[in-house]
């Protein structure tokens, strides 16, 4: 951006720099292609970063549900991987709301952003809920393959309904984020050791 501001800057100090090939040439620099090239850099950065746990629960509206990641109670699902390391700590809402097909990373980006701009300038409604049903593919995504998951006889015997999603992972697996039920759980604490910025983030800063 610096090198652009320059140029332009020369530009318009000696504008007759232009009435020439390589003045035109040196003037299609600033105008086009550097901006160009911050605009996709700059673009790409902001759609890495609403990846993370912090850009998530950044929105005082999420802080119950990164709270949730830390009920000690292994059947809350989101709190059992979140605090066993199932799934990686600073990208812990992406990992398991991400769509798991060809542009699916890229469409969870665009929801995450999109998020911040209802945050700051749309309505935010009363109860989140999320686009679509969860499917179970995001869960397959990760747990397919894994012998625990494999040589469970319940799975066993529905697996052919779990990879057809006529019948939910959910609906074993049902306690999930409940942030209407925080106030009667109890929290996990990590030793201070263990206290990383994603559990810190999710924890309230506590």
């Known amino acids: 951006m610096a090198v652009t501001i320059a140029m332009i800057g020369l530009l318009i100090a000696r ?10 040439a040196l003037a299609f620099i600033p105008f086009f292609i550097l ?10 950065a902001h759609m890495e970063r609403a990846k993370a746990t912090k850009f998530c629960l950044g ?7 990164g709270k949730s990641l830390l009920v000690d109670d292994s059947s809350w699902v989101p709190a059992a991987h979140f605090q066993n ?17 060809m542009f699916g990373d890229y469409a969870a980006k665009l929801k995450g952003i999109r998020h911040t701009w ?17 499917r179970n593919r995001e869960c397959l995504h990760c747990h397919g393959g894994s012998r625990k998951f494999e040589e469970n006889e319940v799975h066993i015997s529905i697996r052919a309904e779990l990879e057809s999603n006529k019948t939910s992972c959910l609906e074993c697996h049902n306690t999930i ?6 106030d009667k ?5 990590p030793v201070a050791a263990e206290k990383t910025p994603e559990t810190t983030a999710v924890g309230g800063g506590g």
């Open 15 to 24: 504008p007759g720099l232009t009435a020439q090939r390589a003045g035109k």
């Open 118 to 134: 209802i945050y700051y300038l749309g309505t935010i409604p009363k109860e989140i809920k999320l686009y679509e049903p969860f």
């Open 35 to 44: 901006p160009v090239l911050v605009t996709w850099f700059g673009t790409n």
């Open 185 to 189: 759980a109890k929290m996990w604490k």
């Open 85 to 101: 390391n199932r799934i990686p700590r600073h990208e812990a809402c992406f990992t398991c709301h991400t769509t798991y097909t």
């Open 177 to 182: 984020h409940n942030v209407h039920e925080l």
């Open 59 to 65: 929105c005082h509206v999420m802080e119950p549900y």
